[in-house]
């Protein structure tokens, strides 16, 4: 298929609503006080961003890892889950 301009803008337009969004949700509760009123709402959004993105595609080493470890997805992301809750001041 042919390379499209247009939908790479699309792509970008979409791919920055949704930041603005974070970023937005993140002063929200900074606001509220259920996130640290110390933290970049910036810096907060790129990094639950990045996680989101590759959450799930972590290497199989590590999975084989985690595996001996007895932790399976479900731990995994709830343990991931109480660690942004303990960064941002809800945990």
Do not use: W
């Amino acid at each position: 298929m042919p390379y499209n301009g247009g939908y790479t803008q699309q792509i970008l337009k979409l791919r920055k609503e949704r930041f603005i969004i974070l970023c937005s949700s993140v002063q929200e509760g900074i606001d509220d006080g259920t996130i640290r009123s110390d933290v970049d709402p910036v810096e907060i959004a790129v990094l639950l961003s990045s996680i989101s993105k590759n959450i799930s595609k972590f290497p199989s080493d590590h999975e084989k890892l985690l595996k001996s470890r007895e932790i399976n997805h479900e731990k995994y992301f709830t343990d991931v889950g109480d660690l942004i809750d303990h960064m941002t001041g809800k945990g």
